[in-house]
Nanobody, 115 residues
């Protein structure tokens, strides 16, 4: 069983940046494709970025060019660098495998973009 702990969220003004981190337990992290997901109030959870175990990345159109996903297998950590944040990026952000596994959801980290 993998446990995932997200951190790094907060309140930021439009145009600002945040870096999210997700630390995974267990020794099999490096074999997983990983993703960052978000859920805004009243909306379904969506995948915003994912990275394979070979570090191939892909992004939702809404964040392409602004967000960067990366991973450090030595630290069992996946990151999401978010630049030029917009109010519509406000959501709870979660990491999970890609595709997501039901039992892996953590508490998430809140990102609020507001002036």
């Amino acid at each position: 069983q993998v446990q995932l702990v997200e951190s790094g969220g907060g309140l930021v003004q439009p145009g600002g940046s945040l870096r999210l981190s997700c630390v995974a337990s267990g020794s099999t992290f490096k074999f997983y494709n990983m993703g960052w997901y978000r859920q805004a109030p009243g909306k379904q959870r969506e995948l915003v970025a994912d990275i394979t175990n070979a570090r191939i990345t892909s992004y939702a159109d809404s964040v392409k060019g602004r967000f960067t996903i990366s991973r450090d297998n030595a630290k069992n950590t996946v990151y999401l660098q978010m630049n030029d944040l917009k109010p519509e990026d406000t959501a709870v952000y979660y990491c999970n495998s890609a595709p997501a596994r039901l039992g892996y959801w953590g508490q998430g980290t809140q990102v609020t973009v507001s002036s």
